[in-house]
């Protein structure tokens, strides 16, 4: 791991474009809308396979276009409408070898054609195969081609491939399971095999070693530990970057709590206080560490990149499990409260985001509410927020193949944070998911990684059966060991010690299964249960409630009804009237959804804001009242608020209004009177969201008139110098946008805030911006010359800036250009001063 936040940056750009480079030397077709016909030659794309469980099988499955992203993608049917198989590798001395070959085309299994999903009906198929009564005997009915010399195109044929027996998951696996139990220990011996790299990965190996409770294994475990946390460790401002940082503290710190072994604890020490020092102002971590604040201070915001919760999360971890282990600093106790206050933010809402943003709408995000379902249970006091985590995670056994980078943290953290809420709800987990668990075990025991990024099947340019089988080094066979683990509960992050006061009743288990399923049972609800859906304790069931009550015919009728539930007693129900409101897009709920703008419940704010964007041009009429909620909802950025901590409900607001998609004025602000306009901008830009202040891109670069320019100027020039402290990601795409505003209109104040700008932008994607900011100083002419000096000190550093070269080269050249120009220019424009005028905008009113 890198440990600079930018050479990290590009490390994953990198690893994203590994499929781009791939294309360039060997085109692949292009994605299929509908399922093909693989017995009639279809072309696809086959280094995108599934591995087809024990049988030595991998095969490509038709799965959903990016186009269709929906639910289906997002709850385990990415193959729905598959019905076939193609066979695309069989593994040499595998179940398979010498029964099927490559290019054979699964129809069906058990003497019947597939009806269903193709690959959890085989993974089902295979499941049943493996029960004792069945002999392991796998029956598939399969089209093989023949040569086309005797005349026929393929044949159908029914085919067996012969598994060993590993007998039926019991009700409570993979506690008290003897087919977990076999399954847990050949994926051991696979274990053993692997190397223990010394690194965030090789942490994961290390904890799922110890997790099998194996003597034997804890030499080469003391060895390794020792090596990733020598007594000699000194660790500087930035540390090992948290992901090295997260996975590392935790390892060390699960050594110590299981060992006992001192070498390791000043190690621990060092890693844990690195992590509660560079932890940023809301409890999050970037890929690396927080910057210090204006005054030279600890715990500043995440430097872009941004905050990236799927390492923070794991970060905070590794400082709880630092404290049990027995450290002690002042930052500690203060870090784990901040991370604390601000995931317990998302309780009753959504999954974890990516960064500091509003919750995403579903059960989990790639593994995060696990994580924070870990974070809250390791704590043991923090009952509310570990059960409702854990069981989202429980209803989550759908949503487990989504996620940035691919899927392999949700399938490393999955099954553990479900187990926070007790054996009850990680039976349950499993029990859902345990097709999937059987089609990603091969026959050596090993496990392997399906997922590319966002979602889908495994990537196999370089991937054989018995090749590579993970995204960045995370190990799935470490992955699943820990998961068939959780009955020895010899980790923490296992269950041992666990608070059982922590635990899911067989109610909450029940309610939570309930939940998940509920995106297909919906459709099959009446209209009186999908309201009483409204005050499900899933907001996510919520949700598909009202969306599902809106496609209803009498859903239009039942809007005063709705109205009236909107400013009812129940926060859930409040919450699900707004969404049905905006979906059924009734200009009667303007007044009501314009009250709960100012609901003293934010989330209620949120679902209202939601709502009004939903409606689209319907809700035009409520745009003054908008506008005047933004102004008033205003809040100053520190202290920070924890009941809203970066203002999610301004950002839904300025997604509502001003969003690109969407946004009720993203096309044109004609007409808007400037006394509620301009407050409005103003509030939004100083937004602590950087994504609520990205939400004026549009309305920056293309709508402000010269008269908007001319009253702004002084807000939008403070907005340039002072960055949002949540969601940096977003905070140079709204800056770049408020410079261009200067530029455009030719403000002189332009000219060396361009020049401080372009030195002082974040690195990431830098080079795409660079050349956006040279042209609006060369537009200066003449005037730009006495930056100059200014110039040219910003051309050496770009020369010599800690960058790839390709981009550092772009950002040359852009300079260089400006340079030439400014110094051959022979005109300039007319010139303007920010200073306060009165605007002359009319409203549509005068």
């Known amino acids: 791991m890198k440990k600079s936040t930018r050479a990290f940056s590009f490390l994953i750009v990198g690893a994203l474009a590994i499929t781009g480079s791939a294309t360039a030397a060997s085109p692949r077709p292009a994605p299929l809308l509908a399922p093909p016909d693989l017995t009639q030659g279809a072309k696809v794309d086959r280094t995108l396979t599934y591995n087809l469980g024990a049988t030595g099988l991998r095969g490509w499955i038709y799965t959903l276009p990016v186009r269709q992203f929906d639910f289906e993608r997002l709850q385990g049917r990415t193959t729905a409408p598959s019905r076939q198989i193609l066979v695309t590798h069989v593994g040499a001395k595998s179940p398979a070898d010498g029964v099927m070959r490559v290019d054979d085309v699964i129809l ?94 090789g942490a994961v190996n290390g904890l799922a070693l110890m997790a099998t409770g194996n003597p034997e294994y ?106 049990k282990c027995g450290v002690k600093d002042p930052e500690i106790a203060p870090a784990i409260e901040r991370a604390s206050k601000f995931f317990a933010y998302f309780v009753d809402k959504g999954a974890i985001p990516y960064g500091e943003h509003a919750p995403w709408p579903y059960h989990e995000n790639n593994g995060k509410n696990a994580m924070a379902a870990m974070l809250f249970a ?27 980078t691919g899927q392999g943290f949700s399938y490393l953290w999955g099954a553990l944070g479900a187990a926070t809420g007790g054996p009850a709800a990680a039976a349950a987990f499993f029990k859902e998911a345990s097709w999937h668990f059987d089609l990603v075990r091969r026959c050596d025991g090993s496990f392997t990684y399906d997922g590319a990024e966002q979602y889908g099947p495994g990537r196999t340019d370089d991937n054989t059966y018995y090749g590579k089988s993970s995204y960045c080094g995370l190990s799935p066979t470490a992955s699943y060991v820990l998961t068939y683990s959780l009955p020895l509960k010899k980790l923490y992050i296992t269950g041992k010690d666990a608070n059982q006061a922590n635990w899911l009743s067989k109610k909450d288990v029940a309610e939570a299964i309930a939940s998940g399923r509920f995106d297909l049972d919906r459709k099959n609800k009446s209209v009186k249960e999908l309201v009483a859906a409204f005050s499900d304790w899933s907001p996510i069931a919520r949700s598909w409630a009202a969306e599902e009550l809106a496609k209803r015919p009498e859903a239009k009728a039942m809007a005063p009804e709705l109205i009236t539930m909107a400013e009812g007693k129940d926060e859930h129900v409040r919450q699900g009237a707004c969404e049905a409101l905006g979906y059924i897009k009734n200009a009667d709920a303007l007044p009501v959804l314009v009250r709960l703008l100012d609901n003293q419940d934010r989330w209620v704010r949120v679902k209202a804001a939601n709502a009004l964007k939903v409606m689209g041009d319907t809700a035009k009429p409520a745009v003054p009242d908008m506008l005047k909620a933004v102004a008033k909802n205003a809040e100053p950025i520190q202290p920070i608020t924890w009941v809203d901590p970066v203002q999610i409900g301004q950002c839904e607001l300025a997604i509502a209004l001003f969003g690109s998609r969407g946004g009720l004025l993203r096309d044109s602000i004609n007409g808007i009177d400037p006394k509620l306009l301009y407050p409005a901008i103003r509030a939004l830009s100083k937004c602590a969201d950087g994504m609520g202040r990205f939400q004026l891109e549009k309305v920056l670069s293309d709508l402000l008139t010269l008269e908007d320019a001319q009253v702004l100027a002084p807000d939008i020039l403070d907005a340039i110098h002072n960055s949002s402290p949540a969601d940096t990601m977003f905070v140079d795409t709204f800056r770049l946008a408020a410079l261009k505003v200067l530029t455009r209109y030719h403000f002189k104040e332009g000219i060396s805030v361009s020049v401080d700008y372009a030195r002082n932008q974040v690195g990431w994607a830098s080079e795409i911006r660079m050349p956006v900011v040279m042209a609006g100083l060369k537009s200066y002419g003449i005037a730009a010359r006495q930056v100059l000096p200014e110039l040219k000190d910003l051309l050496t550093y770009c020369k010599n800036e800690d960058f790839p070269e390709n981009c550092k080269q772009m950002k040359v050249a852009a300079v260089e250009d400006a340079i030439k120009a400014i110094e051959s220019a022979t005109t300039q424009p007319e010139l303007r001063s920010i200073a306060p005028v009165r605007s002359k905008r009319k409203s549509s009113k005068e």
Not at 299 to 322: C, E, K, Q, R
Not at 383 to 402: G, H, I, L, W
């Open 108 to 201: 069906g299994a058990g003497g019947k054609l597939f009806t269903d999903d193709a690959r959890k009906s085989i993974a089902i198929a295979i499941q049943d195969a493996e029960k004792q009564a069945n002999g392991g005997i796998l029956k598939l009915k399969i089209w093989r081609p023949i040569d086309s010399a005797q005349g026929k195109a393929g044949k159908t044929e029914d085919v067996q491939i012969k598994l060993r027996v590993m007998g039926a998951y019991s009700d409570t696996a993979p506690y008290d399971c003897p087919k977990s139990k076999r399954i847990f220990d050949e994926a051991c011996k696979a274990l053993e095999k692997e190397p223990l790299e010394e690194n965030l990965w």
């Open 218 to 323: 804890l030499p080469r475990v003391r060895e390794f530990a020792r090596k990733m946390g020598p007594s000699t460790m000194k660790l500087k401002r930035g540390g090992l970057g948290t992901w090295e940082s997260g996975y590392r503290g935790l390892f060390l710190c699960e050594y110590y709590l299981l060992t006992g072994d001192k070498e390791v604890l000043h190690a621990i020490k060092e890693i844990t206080v690195s992590l509660a020092r560079g932890q940023g102002l809301y409890g999050t971590f970037g890929h690396g560490f927080c910057d210090l604040t204006a005054d030279g201070q600890l715990h500043g915001s995440i430097p872009p990149y941004g905050p990236v919760n799927a390492a923070g999360l794991v970060g905070n971890i590794a400082i709880v499990t630092g404290a």
């Open 378 to 404: 390791l704590q043991g006091n923090r009952t509310v927020e570990s059960q409702y985590f854990a069981k989202s995670v429980t209803a989550s056994f759908k949503n487990r193949e989504c996620g940035h």
